[in-house]
């Protein structure tokens, strides 16, 4: 595919640019080799009497630099964090993009965990279309749409309504096959505040023990939407709800559909509590534990990325690569906020 044909039809940066941007990478001498995590200078030391560890988080080093050395040929990619987060530009999200714009915007996705998108004006009809490009959308069972199209959920917040997306999660993993990713448009963003902080699975997992590793992996961890939504709904509507979305198991250490990597499936939000792999309870003391030492890494500055919202900026996430977490800073100004979601597949351990 030449670069002409695959952008027609599709509003690109300017050429001379790109041009010039793809010269200038080319020029770059190759990447030394610095992504050895046992280096003298990669240890982290840990503080006396606590538990905390300070220093360089050296696994982070092979992800970074494998990133850097992708190339796009319809759109611009820039990282914003060690291994995850991207902001592409030279695409209008609205426009009927060329399937070979598509791909790679997939491609793009899995490999940066979250793209980042500035500019982008939708109707809800665009951001639909948009979304479905990347497979069926789901319909919340919970949260109103509000909007004209039942598969775009509306976070309206103000005075009135508090923001209480402010625990990191993973999007609706209470269902038997939760949703691939999210479209998340900006409709109306507050003057500071309302930030949206986005933390890699995969590096969670580096991040573990050995002998916590060894130990979480083939365990299951129970996943029920009443953490989260029960306090909203009547006993009978609870309990309607609750047959037609019994809890689920998901393995705790999950395998992606799309990259075959293993990364971390364990959120606050919805995790009850964690099960041999034969579906036997844990002891619940143990389990606390567990699930505790399990969300602890999404908390790490170092593996997150954040987003400062601006009116039509758009965040495409995996939702099985990243939990999110939506900054609730802002009350009592007004944020309203769209999302889209894709149906993805059920989550397996290979
Ligand atoms: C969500 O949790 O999906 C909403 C994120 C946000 O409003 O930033």
Redesign the pocket.
């Known amino acids: 595919m030449t670069e002409t044909t695959a952008r027609s039809g599709t509003t690109t940066r300017n050429e001379t640019a790109t041009r010039n941007d793809t010269a200038h990478r080319e020029d770059r001498p190759p990447l030394p080799d610095r992504t050895d995590p046992t280096a003298i200078g990669a240890q982290r030391v840990g503080l006396p009497g606590s538990d905390v560890k300070v220093g360089p988080l050296g696994h982070l080093a092979a992800e970074r630099q494998r990133l850097d050395a992708l190339r796009w040929e319809h759109f611009d990619v820039t990282r914003t964090s060690a291994t995850l987060g991207a902001e592409v530009s030279g695409i209008l999200l609205a426009d009927d993009l060329p399937d070979p714009v598509v791909a790679d915007l997939a491609r793009a996705l899995a490999d940066y965990k979250v793209l980042f998108f500035r500019d982008q004006p939708l109707t809800t009809a665009q951001h639909v279309a948009f979304a479905r490009r990347f497979g069926e959308l789901e319909i919340h069972p919970f949260l109103p749409a509000n909007t004209d199209s039942p598969e775009v959920?509306r976070?309206a917040k103000s005075a009135d309504v508090g923001?209480y997306?402010n625990g990191w999660?993973h999007?609706v993993t209470w269902r038997e096959v939760p949703s691939m990713g999210?479209v998340?448009h900006a409709v109306e963003v507050p003057d500071s505040g309302?930030?949206?902080l986005f933390a890699d699975a995969y590096a969670a997992l580096d991040e573990l023990d050995p002998d916590l590793r060894e130990r979480v992996d083939g365990l299951l961890a129970v996943h029920d939407f009443a953490h989260v939504f029960g306090h909203t709904l009547s006993p009978e509507d609870l309990a309607a709800m609750q047959e037609q979305h019994p809890p689920v198991a998901h393995p705790v250490i999950a395998t992606h559909d799309r990259t075959g990597r293993d990364h971390l499936y364990v959120n606050r939000f919805f995790v009850s509590h964690l099960t041999e792999a034969d579906g036997e309870p844990l002891d619940p003391d143990e389990s606390a534990r567990l699930v505790d030492q399990l969300c602890r890494p999404f908390e790490t500055p170092e593996l997150q990325v954040r987003?400062r919202?601006e009116p039509d900026s758009v965040?495409f996430w995996d939702n099985r690569a990243v939990q999110?977490?939506?900054?609730s800073d802002y009350w009592p100004d007004v944020?309203v906020?769209e999302?889209a979601s894709i149906v993805g597949t059920r989550p397996v351990r290979r």
């Open positions: 959920v976070f923001g997306e999660h999007d999210a998340l309302g930030d949206t987003l919202w965040a999110h977490y939506a900054c944020r906020m999302r």
